[in-house]
């Protein structure tokens, strides 16, 4: 059976490149780069690792990968701004990551133009292997299920700044509008994430950045702007969905009330879906249960609170933990995902399931997540009191004494981390057997991979790319299987369950909301 990928790259990283010389997205990226002072070994190891390719369109196209969710995402500013700080060496064959290019890149007016090119880099480059292909999906006529030279993609975009020239032109909201119209109308877009990484003019993020100084990707505003429901009306208007992914937790909520008819049993009127989602493991009243230690108030010119967790413990595993961070998903998210007739996408970020954060896994004291939450969202999000919350002082959370055996041996990750994927699998379908409207049968045909490879993210060791899905897909079989059993849902078949999300559920949403938009 293929594969289908609700949110990955094939296209993003070249963006880094020069353009007379910059790879195909059919090309291997093999990356070797040196960072400068300031940069330990391990941490340039994970850089090189998080920049090789994942999901190139050879990977999707040999490991029949057969549809995907193909993400045209401009490189956010401030993320170029730093790298172009820095000293970055590329020994290599490829010059990966080109310093007039960056500075290109840094200036922020040129994310539309950005988006364009991706798009046309995807869709005219020739493959290397005779006879594949990549096709863009524009209504469900066009994808070919029996036709396996063919990497099908349906394009999602990643962010509303995509659609800007330069932000702060005082004809930027004009110039704005003309570029979404122009390009949603040429082109069916299915899903356009409202932010992203940095803070933008249309809805408050969770703050989501690796690698970088954090200050420049505080999340500083409160929910969704009046301009943002603006142009979430406009996408409803068009029949694009909103992915819910990087939006706070407030603009989520913000989201939910916009399109949640109050029946006896709510309606949606559309489906809400998270392309490539982790679980806090958490209902949202416990969003704070787990603090390490008191929020620290960053001051009035950072304008947020930098707050640390602890890793809650699995309910199914004594060895297996959660991210509470509030980009990921709370319990109710995921009911009204699955209320609004919505899908959640597995993320294969190795931190977004929950393991520690692999640079610094074995150098802590007491594993722990770090986020920020903006002055203007703190009443929202901690109560009354935001410097003065109850700190957490139980034991069924991730301690150090928990790392030892791991730190002994990285060959014991590609099981730790398939235990992590099992978990998140297992506390969705927890949450939709707990509710008296879902229901585990319902959830278990709203749940798809949304890799996000190729998307700068460290993923998990047994499955770090397209190439081995396949054998994933095989190694969970049993443990999954088990999982299912000792839990209460053991009514589920396992090979049908995985062949589900590994394929059938994304393929089945994606048509069918194609159908919708375009008939």
């Not at 080109?98 to 480059?125: C, M, N, P, Q």
Request: proline content about 4%; hydrophobic content about 40%; glycine content about 6%.
């Amino acid at each position: 059976m293929p594969f289908f990928d609700f949110h990955c790259h094939p296209g993003l990283k070249p963006q880094f490149s020069n353009p007379a010389t910059k790879p195909s997205p059919w090309d291997y990226i093999d990356a070797k780069l040196a960072l400068g002072k300031g940069w330990s070994i391990r941490i340039n190891n994970l850089f090189n690792e998080v920049l090789n390719s994942q999901s190139n369109l050879t990977q999707l196209f040999q490991n029949d990968v057969r549809l995907i969710g193909v993400i045209l995402h401009a490189v956010e500013k401030k993320i170029c701004v730093l790298l172009a700080d820095k000293s970055i060496v590329n020994k290599g064959n490829v010059n990966l990551i080109d310093k007039d290019r960056l500075k290109y890149l840094a200036s922020g007016v040129h994310s539309f133009d950005l988006i364009k090119e991706e798009l046309e880099w995807l869709t005219t480059s020739v493959s290397p292997i005779p006879g594949a292909r990549f096709k863009i999906v524009s209504r469900a006529s066009d994808f070919d299920e029996t036709d396996n030279n063919t990497v099908f993609g349906i394009i999602i975009v990643e962010g509303l700044h995509c659609f800007f020239d330069d932000p702060d032109a005082p004809d930027a909201k004009e110039k704005f509008t003309e570029n979404f119209n122009s390009f949603t109308d040429a082109n069916t877009v299915v899903s356009i994430n409202i932010c992203h990484m940095q803070q933008n003019k249309f809805c408050n993020h969770a703050y989501g950045i690796q690698l970088f100084n954090p200050a420049a990707f505080y999340p500083v505003e409160a929910g969704i702007t009046d301009w943002g429901v603006e142009v979430i009306n406009l996408m409803s208007s068009k029949k694009i969905l909103t992915d819910i992914k990087h939006m706070s937790l407030k603009a989520r909520l913000d989201l939910y009330t916009m399109f949640k008819v109050q029946d006896v049993v709510p309606r949606f009127i559309q489906p809400i879906i998270c392309t490539h989602a982790g679980t806090t493991g958490l209902p949202v009243i416990d969003r704070i249960k787990y603090l390490e230690k008191l929020p620290v108030n960053k001051g009035p010119e950072e304008k947020v609170y930098e707050v640390s967790y602890l890793k809650p413990k699995s309910r199914f595993y004594d060895d297996v933990y959660h991210n509470c961070s509030s980009i990921n998903l709370y319990d109710e998210d995921i009911e009204n995902i699955f209320l609004s007739e919505g899908i959640v996408g597995l993320s294969f970020d190795q931190r977004i399931l929950g393991f520690g954060d692999d640079s610094v896994q074995t150098s802590v004291v007491v594993p722990h997540d770090v986020e920020y939450i903006s002055h203007l969202e703190a009443g929202f999000f901690f109560g009354p009191h935001p410097e003065n919350p109850k700190i957490y002082n139980g034991t069924d959370v991730w301690a150090s004494e928990d790392l030892d055996e791991l730190s002994n041996s990285r060959d014991l990750y590609p099981a730790v981390h398939r235990k992590f994927l099992i978990n998140n699998i297992l506390h969705i379908l927890w949450v939709a057997g707990k509710h008296t409207h879902i229901g585990i049968n319902k959830a278990a045909k709203q749940i798809c991979l949304g890799t996000d490879f190729d998307g700068l993210i460290n993923a998990i060791d047994c499955c770090k790319n397209a190439g081995e899905l396949q054998q994933l897909k095989h190694d969970l079989r049993e443990e999954l299987a088990q999982g299912l059993n000792d839990n209460g849902f053991g009514t589920l078949n396992v090979n049908v369950l995985l062949d589900d999300i590994f394929y059938n559920n994304g393929k089945n949403f994606m048509l069918k909301r194609l159908k919708e938009m375009k008939g």
